[in-house]
């Protein structure tokens, strides 16, 4: 069995890079280069982020739960909050890239550097509060029932098991 936390890290990982990618169609797009190509680029990235809301699923379903059990609660209910925030903001970048004429680059930068950011941090602080946390207080059974319930979740299509 690998390690349900590895597998979320490896997730992280995949969502880290495209976030790279984010930024980099951000970085064009600042030096007036929005063109259709580039929006076909933030639709390919917008589509894998919304792709990732199965590992912020396995979060909110498997790993928050456990730790909530042994009373951590608040730091799962701030990562919970930021979640949805995150699913709006990268439906609201999905809507932007999909617009049949080029959308307004500010309203790209605004939703774009929101998920930057915040994502950023996020992941950051899952990687070295939650998780860190998590590998020290559950045990060998909770860390099984967690990777069945991240099983029937399912997985990105950037499959870390693979």
Do not use: W
Not at 61 to 73: E, M, N, S, T
Not at 102 to 123: M, Y
Request: proline share 3%.
């Amino acid at each position: 069995m690998k390690y349900p936390l590895s597998i979320l890290s490896e997730e992280h990982e995949h969502i880290l890079k495209n976030l790279d990618s984010l930024e980099n169609v951000l970085k064009t797009i600042e030096s007036g280069g929005l063109n259709q190509k580039i929006i076909e680029e933030l639709k390919r990235i917008s589509e894998n982020f919304l792709e990732a809301d199965k590992h912020h699923k396995k979060e909110e379903d498997a790993l928050f739960p456990l730790l909530q059990r042994h009373g951590i609660v608040e730091p799962c209910k701030v990562m919970r909050a930021e979640h949805e925030e995150l699913r709006k903001r990268k439906r609201e970048l999905r809507k932007l890239a999909e617009q049949k004429n080029l959308p307004e680059s500010f309203k790209i930068k605004e939703a774009g550097s929101f998920i930057l950011d915040v994502l950023r941090n996020h992941i950051d602080r899952e990687e070295n509060v939650l998780f860190s946390m998590a590998a020290q207080i559950l045990s060998e059974n909770e860390l099984k029932e967690m990777k069945r319930m991240m099983d029937r979740i399912g997985y990105c299509s950037f499959n870390p098991l693979e």
